[in-house]
């Protein structure tokens, strides 16, 4: 059972930064692929990126392209999101998520942290 705990939201305005951190316990961190989702009010949940369990595979949802870097390090067994040029639309619950099942995007998670809030004025 992987336990995942999200940090670094807040309020940012926009065009700001911000980098977000997942950190992974109770599981062999280094063996899941992992992602970065989020959930803007009144929206379903959408994919954002994803990272190979090496670190050396990486792939984004078209409109983070440019914008967001996720990575990793297998080390500390934590997963991090580097967010530039945030925009208001890009206010959202940001969650990461595991999964062992394999890589990429419609990839099935297995497990999910608990969110954090990004808000992004304008």
């Known amino acids: 059972q992987v336990q995942l705990v999200e940090s670094g939201g807040g309020l940012v305005q926009a065009g700001g930064s911000l980098r977000l951190s997942c950190a992974a316990s109770?599981?062999?961190?280094?063996?899941?692929?992992m992602g970065w989702f989020r959930q803007a009010p009144g929206k379903e949940r959408e994919f954002v990126a994803t990272?190979?369990?090496?670190?050396?595979?990486?792939y984004y949802a078209d409109s983070m392209k440019g914008r967001f870097t996720i990575s990793r390090d297998n080390a500390k067994n934590t997963v991090y999101l580097q967010m530039n040029s945030l925009k208001p639309e890009d206010t959202a619950v940001y969650y990461c998520a595991a999964t062992n099942d394999g890589f990429g995007p419609e990839t099935v998670y297995n497990y999910w942290g608990q969110g954090t809030q990004v808000t992004v004025s304008s």
């Open positions: 109770g599981g062999t961190f280094r063996t899941y692929a």
């Open positions: 990272i190979s369990w090496r670190g050396t595979r990486t």
